[in-house]
């Protein structure tokens, strides 16, 4: 049998926090170059196409997360990795109704920058849709005025995390491990 497993794991330090803190969205690219290794170079995106732009989304702590189901079937043979990535906008502004349609009409590519700076990267084989979301008024005022989505894929891959490699206030961060780094750009928020 192939698929053995080759590692333990110890009792982790209690050390690590959850949520995300920001989300970078780019349109679903066929065959987006990357390679997968061993250890602290497990991932590693490659000859990332000239002019490949991410969009980057500011998160508020708490209001979203990424979880990955794992989906086998023996009878079948098959396993997937199912990504489901929910999070908040707050605010509503006459720009994000053209953004939410453009989302829910395509298909994506998220890089989830979570608050231990891993980057989780989700679709870069088949991409992400959209599959539910509500935009809001909320009927008390205390209730969230904004935009929910959930984006969810199936890949192959349990899970991959780009490594950043030097940390947060680098140039590009968390882009900055890329090979191509020159051929992105982030266009951040307004």
């Not at 490949?52 to 043979?77: C, H, K, M, W």
């Not at 008024?137 to 935009?147: D, M, V, W």
């Not at 900055?176 to 982030?186: A, H, K, P, S």
Request: net charge negative; with cysteine.
């Amino acid at each position: 049998m192939a698929c053995l497993i080759t590692a333990g794991r110890l009792v982790e330090c209690k050390d690590a926090i959850g949520g995300v803190k920001r989300v970078y969205l780019m349109n679903f690219i066929e065959d987006f170059a990357f390679t997968l290794g061993t250890g602290a170079t497990a991932f590693q995106v490659d000859n990332v196409p000239l002019g490949t732009e991410v969009f980057q989304y500011d998160l508020r702590p708490d209001l979203s997360g990424l979880t990955i189901n794992v989906g086998a079937d023996s009878a079948t043979g098959t396993t997937s990795f199912e990504q489901v990535f929910a999070f908040t906008l707050q605010r509503v502004s006459i720009a994000d109704a053209a953004q939410i349609e453009a989302m829910a009409q395509g298909q994506l590519i998220a890089f989830v920058l979570d608050n231990n700076d891993n980057v989780w990267c989700c679709g870069m084989r088949h991409g992400l849709d959209v599959t539910a979301g509500v935009v809001q008024t909320g009927a008390t005022r205390t209730e969230l005025t904004g935009i929910q989505l959930t984006l969810t894929g199936r890949e192959p891959d349990s899970f991959l995390l780009l490594i950043p490699s030097s940390g947060v206030g680098e140039t590009k961060y968390p882009f900055d491990n890329i090979t191509d780094i020159g051929n992105i750009t982030i266009t951040v928020g307004t």
